[in-house]
């Protein structure tokens, strides 16, 4: 596996685990102090607080699925990296992206003891204000992409 798949392959094993609603799961892929800042700007610093940020989110509420195109992977020297990401999100029971929760997301990554993990998650609300089109167009790509993903 290339350093750039594996990096992808740590980016979809995170939102495996919160499609899955698995706070220890989507934890257990961050470094020790990694860092992970929601949608809502809410900020979990290190392994134990993302856990703690995590647990009563998938215990309390109903949680809706990601769907998610890279758009970038790319080393920072030998052992970090950078991926960004478009995604969206499908709320329980709905086969359709609401674009009010489509993100841009950047993860950094760094190999540590031979395995990837998160440095930094970032999930930035892509409201494009003003820019409909390209709200719409970037809704009808993740439409299409969840669309082909299983259920």
Request: charged share 25%; net charge negative; proline share 5%.
């Amino acid at each position: 596996m290339s350093d750039t798949a594996g990096v992808e392959a740590l980016y979809f094993a995170l939102l495996d685990a919160w499609n899955r609603r698995d706070a220890a799961a989507m934890a257990s892929l961050y470094a020790d102090d990694g860092i992970q800042i929601g949608f809502d700007g809410s900020r979990a610093d290190g392994r134990e607080q993302v856990r703690a940020h995590l647990e009563p989110i998938f215990r309390d509420h109903p949680t809706a699925r990601f769907v998610a195109q890279v758009r970038d992977c790319r080393l920072l020297g030998g052992d970090h990296a950078l991926l960004t990401a478009a995604a969206g999100m499908l709320p329980p029971g709905s086969d359709r992206i609401k674009p009010e929760n489509n993100a841009l997301q950047t993860l950094v990554a760094s190999r540590i003891a031979g395995k990837w993990r998160v440095e930094l998650f970032q999930n930035t609300p892509a409201a494009w204000h003003g820019r409909d089109e390209d709200r719409a167009e970037l809704t009808a790509e993740l439409q299409a992409l969840a669309d082909r993903s299983p259920r």
